[in-house]
């Protein structure tokens, strides 16, 4: 049985806010209380108030604001000899540094903040740690190394009956059911998400899981109104709780679903919109996915053959260097579709 879904980032003073909390709230709420605590020369409610100001603005895409109010959190944290709230400053510098397309710094931060974790006795942090590590090495494309993780992840989060932690895992593990093209599986799990978070009142994990239910019932059924229904009512709760990393994700979807029903031009503005709000954001991933659904969509619409072939030339290597371990297959994939021979490729990228 799974109660109510909380937010254990929103710490100290903060408590009582909900993980249902529009983060324009939460960074003003969280605001206030880290000037109290600067004031009172409490460093460990400085880096607990710190914590959710850098978890507010991570999700509201300022990430160079996010990037200075983890560390500040982390050493308030370290002035306290707080081991907890160091570890909670880690994690969302790891997080923030995984959106960020910094995979590396993101694996190296996580590790420390579930190491301080289990120091700590804060069995929560390592947990949400993990899961981290987990789900950079999932977007990355390392299903075989961290599809374990997620199941132990999922097996503890069960056992303790932590909702949101459990719809995050089911997430997870059913978008890597997804990409390896067993559907129904994936499906399943998205849905049991779904319902977990609807009942938990964990919107955040809720708009998610619709987004993974749109994407195959798009790829599978090829039911585009459903699709579309349902991102739709995604974006409700992403506009309500100014989830603008999960927003643009949801129209870089909906630009996937109109492209799959051959509605080029609708995709073409939806991958538009969908890159400018990452690139506002400086989160590179999304940024190259849409471009990719970009360029696949102008080709459709009568682009210059050379002129895609130079651009996803372009994209394999931006892909790359991020560190996306499938860019050649989903480029290459790209070529095939679009009737793009490797040799044109070839040709534009020497030139």
């Known amino acids: 049985m799974y109660g109510k879904a909380f937010a254990p980032e929103y710490q100290g003073a903060l408590t009582t806010l909900s993980v249902n909390s529009s983060l324009t709230d939460v960074l003003a709420a969280g605001t206030e209380q880290l000037r109290a605590a600067e004031r009172a020369g409490r460093p460990g409610e400085v880096a607990r108030s710190g914590l959710a ?14 990037d ?7 050493r308030a944290a370290r002035q306290a000899g707080d081991v907890a709230a160091m570890a909670w400053a880690l994690w969302s510098g790891g997080t923030l540094a995984r959106q960020r397309g910094a995979f590396p710094l993101a694996r190296r931060l996580l590790q420390l903040a579930a190491d301080l974790g289990e ?6 942090v390592r947990g949400y740690s993990l899961a981290g590590l987990a789900e950079t090495g999932r977007i990355q494309g390392d299903y075989e190394a961290v599809g ?28 890597m ?51 579309l229904e349902l991102l739709s009512e995604a974006e409700t709760a992403c506009r309500t709780m100014r989830l603008s990393s999960a927003l643009a994700y949801n129209h870089k979807m909906r630009g996937n679903v109109l492209y799959r029903a051959g509605r080029y031009a609708e995709a073409r503005g939806l991958y538009e919109r969908a890159l400018a709000e990452f690139r506002e954001m400086s989160e590179p991933r999304g940024e190259a996915l849409s471009r990719l659904g970009l360029a696949k969509s102008l080709a459709r619409l009568g682009r210059d053959r050379a002129e895609t072939a130079a651009e996803l030339a372009d994209l394999a290597e931006v892909l790359e260097r991020i560190g996306l371990r499938h860019a050649r297959t989903m480029v290459a994939r ?18």
Request: net charge negative; no cysteine.
């Open 334 to 351: 790209a070529h095939d579709e679009l009737g793009i021979p490797a040799d044109t490729r070839a040709m534009e990228a020497a030139r």
């Open 53 to 66: 100001v850098a978890e507010a603005q991570r999700r509201l895409g300022r990430v160079e604001d996010a």
């Open 177 to 227: 059911h997804r990409n390896t093209g067993d559907y129904d599986r994936a499906y399943a799990l998205f849905e049991e998400a779904a319902e977990i978070a609807a009942r938990a009142d964990d919107r955040r994990g809720h708009a998610w899981a619709l987004r993974g239910l749109a994407d195959v019932v798009s790829v599978r059924d090829g039911d585009t109104e459903r699709a």
């Open 68 to 74: 200075r109010a983890w560390k500040a959190s982390y």
């Open 119 to 124: 120091r700590g006795g804060d069995i929560v």
């Open 148 to 175: 374990r993780l997620h199941e132990q992840l999922l097996a503890e989060a069960r056992r303790r009956g932590e909702a949101r932690h459990t719809v995050w895992a089911l997430e997870g593990i059913a978008q």
